[in-house]
């Protein structure tokens, strides 16, 4: 038996891929095929546009995949979203679909679009929104630039944003949010009531999970006097317990823990004023608490 998985081609791909290296997964691609070849013989993997993820999940081509629950949105695929994946972000904002036109014009309202025309990638996404605000709109499909289109082709747009930066350099404001999206792990729901799919689908996340919560900390060690281990421990985050070893010397001790690695920075110095030797920082691949 295999597990059929969708990897997202284009943006993403290369994001994914080093994430699956972190954890445990090497994938190799060909520009000649939509098949990668996985160092794991029970899974298959397929080359799918993220855009197109969900609904092939949904009809079972797939058993799982990784896209946007934007897309999932788009497409009102009926999938089970089991986990967010936080990766291939510039930064920790939300990536939004918002809605926006031109600053300072005559749209500063959802209810200014009365009449008036949209231009989106996210049609079905628009069209609901729309539809919830009880605005009567047209939406035009975007076949890309969608930001130069307000306001000669478009009256406003509903746009992906992390920062508003491409935006604002249109001279284009923010109106309203309309969906907050990340990128998800999605599988077909007959799929995963099978058990032995159900069962390598969430060890399959949980190696995820761990390879994204590694990057986020690093392994720490040092060597300390026994008389100083209390004073050195007390230095440490409190809810951190470490791994305490004799070395050969016996007077002296090896502490091993696992650090958040922004806490690294400040705590060197404050070790090395208690006689702390031998400090080590290093990158974890995986972290699984």
Same mark, same amino acid.
């Given at each position: 038996?295999?597990?059929?998985?969708?990897?997202?081609?284009?943006?993403?791909?290369?994001?994914?891929?080093? /994430?699956?290296?972190?954890?445990? %997964?090497?994938? &190799? @691609?060909?520009?000649?095929?939509?098949?990668?070849?996985? !160092?794991?013989?029970?899974?298959?993997? $397929?080359?799918?546009?993220?855009?197109? $993820?969900? +609904?092939?999940?949904?009809?079972?081509?797939?058993?799982?995949?990784?896209?946007?629950?934007?897309?999932?949105?788009?497409?009102?695929?009926?999938? /089970?979203?089991?986990?967010?994946?936080?990766?291939?972000? =510039?930064?920790?904002?939300?990536?939004?679909?918002?809605? #926006? =036109?031109?600053?300072?014009?005559?749209?500063?309202?959802?209810?200014?679009?009365?009449?008036?025309?949209?231009? @989106?990638?996210?049609?079905?996404?628009?069209?609901? %929104?729309?539809?919830?605000?009880?605005?009567?709109?047209?939406?035009? %499909?975007?076949?890309?630039? @969608?930001?130069?289109?307000?306001?000669?082709? #478009?009256?406003?747009?509903?746009?992906? @944003?992390?920062?508003?930066?491409?935006? &604002?350099?249109?001279?284009?404001?923010?109106?309203?949010?309309? /969906?907050?999206?990340?990128?998800?792990?999605?599988? !077909?729901?007959?799929? %995963?009531?099978?058990?032995?799919?159900? !069962?390598?689908?969430?060890? /399959?996340? $949980?190696?995820?999970?761990?390879?994204?919560?590694?990057?986020?900390?690093?392994?720490? $060690?040092?060597?300390?006097? +026994?008389?100083?281990?209390?004073? =050195?421990?007390?230095?440490?985050?409190?809810?951190?317990?470490?791994?305490?070893?004799?070395?050969?010397?016996?007077?002296?001790?090896?502490?091993?823990?696992?650090?958040?690695?922004?806490?690294?920075?400040?705590?060197?110095?404050?070790?090395?004023?208690?006689?702390?030797?031998?400090?080590?920082?290093?990158?974890?691949?995986?972290?699984?608490?």
């Amino acid at each position: 038996m295999k597990l059929r998985l969708g990897i997202p081609k284009g943006s993403l791909q290369d994001a994914t891929i080093d /994430l699956f290296k972190n954890a445990g %997964y090497k994938i &190799r @691609t060909s520009s000649r095929s939509y098949f990668p070849t996985i !160092n794991d013989p029970e899974i298959e993997c $397929m080359l799918i546009r993220a855009q197109e $993820m969900a +609904r092939y999940v949904e009809s079972g081509v797939l058993d799982a995949g990784i896209t946007g629950h934007d897309w999932v949105e788009e497409n009102n695929a009926k999938v /089970l979203e089991l986990t967010e994946l936080q990766y291939a972000k =510039a930064t920790l904002n939300k990536v939004r679909w918002v809605l #926006a =036109a031109k600053k300072g014009g005559p749209i500063s309202s959802v209810k200014d679009l009365e009449g008036k025309t949209v231009a @989106t990638e996210v049609v079905n996404l628009a069209t609901r %929104y729309l539809q919830n605000k009880g605005v009567q709109a047209k939406v035009e %499909y975007s076949y890309g630039a @969608t930001e130069v289109k307000v306001p000669h082709l #478009a009256d406003a747009i509903i746009e992906i @944003t992390e920062t508003g930066s491409s935006l &604002r350099a249109n001279n284009l404001e923010i109106i309203d949010t309309v /969906l907050e999206t990340s990128t998800v792990f999605i599988a !077909n729901q007959q799929s %995963y009531e099978d058990s032995w799919k159900k !069962n390598k689908v969430d060890r /399959l996340i $949980m190696l995820l999970q761990g390879a994204l919560e590694a990057r986020t900390r690093v392994g720490f $060690m040092f060597n300390v006097k +026994r008389q100083q281990l209390e004073e =050195a421990i007390a230095a440490l985050p409190a809810e951190k317990v470490p791994t305490i070893s004799p070395l050969v010397d016996e007077e002296w001790l090896d502490v091993f823990v696992v650090l958040r690695q922004a806490v690294v920075r400040d705590l060197i110095p404050e070790l090395k004023a208690i006689g702390v030797k031998g400090m080590v920082e290093f990158p974890l691949s995986k972290f699984i608490d």
